[in-house]
């Protein structure tokens, strides 16, 4: 079984990381050439990341992708349309039994369609996710992956819910679990070995962590000078460090905003992912628009505030520790925060490291949904693929 696996930028590797190590673990226990799996691994180069260097892959204890499409940056129908191109030449070239995407990318959404037309059995990981609000370009991303995936492969209840409600037969929805938890408990030693707080000369459980890059909080003037001046007023009763993102650095310095400060607020550089896990798992107090460290805090029971109207990750405020707040009610929600235990919530049903194997399970259990319209199946093994359509 050849199992196509697309990443469009970082956080879709440390998706995908999970599923070649689970890949890996079932073909050691198969003998040579019975029932073998064959991974290929697409980067579709949606986003250009200095970070993803071999050290990246290193970390992740994966090899470098089989395939870069280097699409690059541009408008969402010209990235899309590009993926689209290159990658169709990958499925006709490849001949994969399954297309695999992550996340919400527009890679996800372009090789979605492209293995759709062509007859390739989709499987969609972190499907069914909703934040209802389709101003944002992911959740139109979401909707129509889920409509056109063969196998629907869910985090948390709330996803089973949606995708119920939109119609898609529960034949094809398994919950799975959370596959970024299986890269954070994988990297958690590493992670706990760094002790970046302490080498920042933070106390655990004594600093907020804050990252923040959505457009929404960091291109208009007026919220980046209000959440400002929150984490000013924050930083005299408690250390804040804050990495900033290259986003919110030129918004800084395009709005005169990079000189205010204040003796506790560290803004320093973007921080690495093992970084990250250490600094969230000690934090008293995260603060984010990122969709990833709204589950990571929840993992670790970290409070986190949430800057952002709404949540694709429910399930991380009514089990969580996580909260959706608002520049209006920002200063009484870190109140309320600090007023409360360190801890919060809980960890949600099958957050436990063990979701690709799960995933892999599902796959192999799966029969062929396409059937007798998958263009190459009864066919030689040499045998061309349709051609397109005029």
């Known amino acids: ?11 879709n590797f440390m998706k995908v990381a999970p599923l070649l190590h689970a890949v890996a673990r079932a073909n050691e226990r198969r003998t040579a050439g019975n029932g073998a799996l064959r991974p290929v691994l697409v980067h579709t180069g949606q986003h250009y990341d200095i970070m993803m260097s071999e050290v990246f892959f290193r970390e992740l204890n994966i090899p470098d992708p089989d395939i870069n499409l280097e699409v690059g940056s541009g408008t969402h129908a010209a990235q899309t349309a590009a993926v689209m191109v290159r990658f169709e030449d990958v499925c006709r070239k490849d001949r994969p ?30 499907a ?11 959740e139109i991303n979401r909707l129509v992956t889920d409509v056109l995936a063969d196998l629907l492969l869910t985090p948390s209840p709330d996803a089973d819910e949606n995708l119920l409600r939109e119609g898609v037969p529960p034949e094809r929805i398994r919950r799975v679990g959370n596959i970024m938890i299986d890269t954070l408990v994988a990297n958690l030693p590493r992670a706990r070995a760094r002790r970046t707080h302490d080498r920042l000369g933070l106390e655990a459980g004594r600093y907020a962590y804050v990252t923040l890059h959505r457009p929404s ?9 209000a959440i400002l001046g929150n984490l000013i007023r924050l930083s005299r009763d408690l250390p804040v460090v804050f990495p900033v993102h290259p986003r919110t650095q030129k918004s800084l310095e395009a709005f005169g905003l990079d000189g205010v400060t204040s003796p506790g607020l560290r803004k320093i550089p973007p921080v690495g992912y093992h970084d990250s896990l250490c600094l969230t798992e000690n934090a008293r107090l995260v603060l984010t628009d990122s969709g990833g460290l709204q589950e990571e805090s929840t993992y670790f029971r970290t409070p986190c505030l949430t800057l952002r109207p709404n949540t694709e990750r429910p399930v991380t405020v009514t089990e969580g520790s996580n909260r959706l707040t608002s520049l209006q009610s920002l200063a009484g929600d870190i109140q309320a925060v ?12 099958l957050w436990d490291g063990r979701t690709a194997d799960r995933i892999l399970t599902a796959l192999l259990q799966t029969p062929n949904p396409s059937g007798p319209h998958w263009p190459w199946q009864n066919t030689t093994p040499h045998s061309p693929l349709p051609t397109p359509e005029k």
């Open 1 to 11: 079984m050849k199992l196509v696996l697309v990443a469009g930028d970082r956080p």
């Open 338 to 349: 600090l007023d409360g235990p360190r801890r919060l919530g809980r960890v949600p049903d």
């Open 217 to 225: 909080n960091v291109d208009r003037p007026d919220s980046l000078e």
């Open 97 to 126: 039994d399954w297309v695999i995407v992550v996340g919400d990318v527009n890679s996800t959404l372009a090789c979605t369609l492209v293995a759709a037309k062509l007859g390739i059995p989709v499987a969609h990981v972190e």
């Open 128 to 138: 069914g996710l909703r934040s209802f609000d389709r101003t944002m370009p992911e």
